[in-house]
């Protein structure tokens, strides 16, 4: 990785403040004063600012409770980025999946792209759990066509593994083992129901955290990391 972003990537400097402090000669690496913001690191290198060594975690995961009215995009005011301090973005921090504009809930935010890319891949069918609100209750036919599978107006074939009412009015839970556009709308759609709130609730391991309000964010605990690495058959540590 260049030296320039292996410090913006600290979160600590943009990449313009990088490359000055690199031209003034206040990075060395190995040692050695390096005045090339394109100098190549190896791994292993040992990375100074001003004498004082750079260490950082690689990775960074995040559990955001989305609000309504942003959006699952890495840039523009409505990005749900901007609920994040500016070293995140710096970082490389992105959402893993979307939800749509609308939809609250439980959103992975990382800079992690092996994880991300198997998290969404359809081939694991890793399960995701929402909370919903119809416009009005399923009636026994709507319920079974929904567990056994319908056709989207792409062609697709889909089905929820679970549709469980909560106990409150025209309330369910449900479960999807993929996430495409607009999936959980489309399918009841589909059965003749209109989706008027939905929340992610859970995506494979991790669960929305209930202390966090819509619109804030933590970062996941190692417990819940080393969950999400073993159900994504990913090594037990996080590579540095
Ligand atoms: N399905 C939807 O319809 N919308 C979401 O935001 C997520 C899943």
Same mark, same amino acid.
């Given at each position: ?106 959103? #992975? ?118 969950? #999400? ?12």
């Amino acid at each position: 990785m260049r030296l320039d972003r292996y410090l913006a990537r600290s979160g600590r400097y943009s990449r313009s403040e990088a490359r000055k402090i690199i031209q003034q000669g206040r990075v060395r690496v190995n040692f050695l004063e390096i005045h090339n913001p394109g100098y190549h690191l190896k791994p292993g290198d040992r990375v100074e600012v001003d004498g004082e060594v750079l260490a950082y975690e690689a990775h960074v995961y995040l559990m955001l409770n989305k609000p309504a009215g942003l959006v699952s995009s890495t840039t523009g005011e409505d990005s749900v980025l901007t609920l994040l301090p500016d070293e995140f973005r710096r970082r490389g921090v992105f959402p893993a999946g979307r939800l749509d504009r609308d939809t609250e809930g439980l959103l #992975l935010l990382t800079n992690d792209g092996q994880l991300a890319q198997r998290l969404l891949h359809p081939k694991r069918q890793v399960p995701r759990e929402y909370l919903v609100t119809l416009d009005a209750p399923l009636s026994p036919e709507q319920l079974g066509r929904l567990l056994e599978g319908l056709t989207l107006r792409d062609g697709h074939r889909a089905r929820f593994e679970a549709v469980d009412p909560t106990g409150l009015p025209r309330n369910y839970r449900v479960v999807l083992r993929e996430g495409r556009y607009h999936e959980v709308k489309r399918l009841f759609a589909a059965a003749g129901r209109r989706v008027i709130y939905l929340k992610r609730v859970a995506f494979g391991p991790l669960r929305l955290d209930p202390d966090l309000p819509p619109g804030r964010w933590r970062p996941l605990t190692a417990e819940e990391l080393q969950a #999400l690495r073993r159900a994504l058959g990913l090594a037990a540590s996080t590579p540095r």
